[in-house]
């Protein structure tokens, strides 16, 4: 049986929303035409391509290794598209956003949407791991992440580089000193982010390799919680300086023996640099980091 094109978007739109009826929102047609389109193909490829459930629809292994084909083919043809028609003055379109940290991609998010009002978009807010995932996975179009270890097949426009400061309450007896040492967590109750977060995988390094533990240890889910928590003398902290935008209620403190830099970016992957929307976001990172970042939030603290 002949595949056809429509069987190939709908499939791939599908595989993108993880559901049949939002795929036929984003196409613009009626749900049983998706349904068919993905009934047809799946018969012509002799096995199924999706697990259905209540919780919608989930790409099987032979799903998952078409879909990542199927989605290139759509990037192809948005390209194919857009110098067509001219689009470059994107004055519709869609962009989904994938951020760690409020800063520095809220501040570029602002001055791209001030660039190109008619363009809408798509924010999710997930940790590093879950950022870069997405970002492979094809399920957003960029991430503003710390650059991962392996870098094949990403592009990657570097924004700043940070390293990581402790963070205290202002009435420490410790926040008047000029660096902090892994040892002084010793004797401290340390405020810790999930497990799934780029700082807790540094610091739970740092702190077995310097053979450290904290007295105990209470784990939050958010940079904020961890500030609040902070601010409200539950215990210290680790944080990145410029993740936060509230640095200015705590004190923060360099780490005598954690000093490298790490590197925060816009990453994609490599063949949607391409898109006229993709592109457009990275160029603006560009100019704002050769004119030193003139769409980075307002500077508080360390930030």
Not at 34 to 40: E, G, K, L, R
Not at 86 to 91: K, M, T
Not at 141 to 164: H, N, S, Y
Not at 222 to 248: C, K, N, P, W
């Amino acid at each position: 049986m002949k595949i056809s094109r429509h069987q190939i978007i709908a499939f791939a739109a599908v595989g993108r929303e993880r559901s049949f009826s939002q795929a036929a929102e984003s196409l613009g047609v009626g749900q049983s035409a998706v349904t068919q389109h993905i009934a047809a193909l799946e018969e012509a490829v002799g096995t199924k391509l999706f697990s259905r459930s209540r919780a919608g629809a989930r790409l099987t292994d032979v799903g998952e290794e078409l879909f990542s084909i199927a989605d290139k083919l759509r990037v192809f043809e948005s390209l194919f598209i857009e110098k067509a028609t001219d689009y470059a003055e994107l004055s519709a379109g869609e962009l989904s956003v994938c951020v760690s940290t409020p800063k520095p991609a809220l501040g570029l998010m602002s001055a791209f949407q001030k660039s190109y009002p008619g363009m809408r978009i798509d924010l999710t807010v997930a940790p590093w791991r879950e950022a870069l995932r997405l970002i492979r996975q094809r399920q957003v179009d960029v991430a503003v992440a710390i650059v991962p270890e392996k870098t094949d097949g990403l592009f990657c426009v570097e924004l700043e580089q940070r390293q990581f400061v402790a963070v205290l309450p202002r009435n420490h007896p410790r926040s008047r000193q000029k660096f902090f040492d892994m040892r002084d967590f010793t004797n401290e109750t340390f405020i810790s982010l999930s497990a799934d977060a780029y700082t807790r995988y540094c610091v739970d390094k740092m702190f077995s390799q310097a053979g450290v533990r904290p007295a105990s240890i209470l784990t939050t889910s958010s940079y904020e919680m961890v500030l609040e928590s902070v601010v409200h003398q539950m215990g210290v902290a680790i944080a990145l300086e410029g993740a936060l935008t509230r640095f200015d209620e705590v004190a923060t403190i360099p780490i005598r023996n954690f000093r490298e830099k790490h590197a925060y970016a816009v990453i994609c992957t490599e063949d949607k640099a391409s898109i006229n929307t993709v592109r457009s976001f990275l160029n603006l990172a560009k100019i704002g980091v050769r004119k030193g970042r003139e769409w980075k939030m307002p500077e508080t603290g360390l930030s």
